[in-house]
Nanobody
Framework: QVQLVESGGGLAQAGGSLRLSCAAS????????MRWYRQAPGKQRELVAAITSGGSTNYADSVKGRFTISRDNAKNTVYLHLNSLKPEDTAVYRC??????????????WGQGTLVTVSS
């Protein structure tokens, strides 16, 4: 039993900032990849950013230079700092974690999603 609990979504103005958090809890031995996805109205789901257990990162071209993904392994938490927000960043953001349980089994878990709305 693993749960991902997200927080930090809300309303922001263009040019503003938000910080999203996603904390994993439950039967966890370790977490490998952690990712943030988003889905905007009328669009397909998009991988926004990813981070490995060692801290290597990757970003979608649309957010490079504006968003930063980070993690705190001691807290089993991944963050997404959204800076210089644009209206096109409006979407439901979901976190994803590849969790290794104490028996060595790997399973992907998803958060419920948090809505980010950016006004012009």
């Amino acid at each position: 039993q693993v749960q991902l609990v997200e927080s930090g979504g809300g309303l922001a103005q263009a040019g503003g900032s938000l910080r999203l958090s996603c904390a994993a809890s439950g039967s966890i031995f370790s977490i490998n990849m952690m990712r943030w996805y988003r889905q905007a109205p009328g669009k397909q789901r998009e991988l926004v950013a990813a981070i490995t257990s060692g801290g290597s990162t990757n970003y979608a071209d649309s957010v490079k230079g504006r968003f930063t993904i980070s993690r705190d392994n001691a807290k089993n938490t991944v963050y997404l700092h959204l800076n210089s927000l644009k209206p096109e960043d409006t979407a439901v953001y979901r976190c994803n974690a590849e969790v290794i349980d104490p028996k060595g089994r790997s399973t992907d878990y998803w958060g419920q999603g948090t809505l980010v709305t950016v006004s012009s």
